[in-house]
């Protein structure tokens, strides 16, 4: 999590193409979710997953 004890028990996905949300939605979601976070840690051997897929383009 992203709080003390700040366990590892956490999968982060980021993906590709990115979700929209208004200034009003994102404002009703923030009254939900208090300030809940960390600063930005070292990885520490963990693994980043994506869905970003390389790919070559020819012409």
């Known amino acids: 999590m992203t709080t003390p004890p700040c366990s590892?028990?956490?999968k982060w996905i980021v993906?590709?193409?990115?979700?929209?949300?208004s200034a009003a939605?994102?404002?009703k979601f923030k009254e939900?979710?208090?300030?809940n976070?960390?600063?930005t840690q070292a990885l520490n051997g963990r693994a980043i997953a994506?869905?970003?897929i390389e790919e070559t383009v020819t012409q």
């Open 8 to 10: 590892e028990g956490v």
């Open 25 to 27: 939605q994102i404002g």
């Open 37 to 39: 976070n960390r600063p």
């Open 15 to 21: 993906f590709s193409s990115p979700i929209e949300f």
């Open 32 to 35: 939900l979710i208090k300030p």
């Open 50 to 52: 994506s869905d970003l």
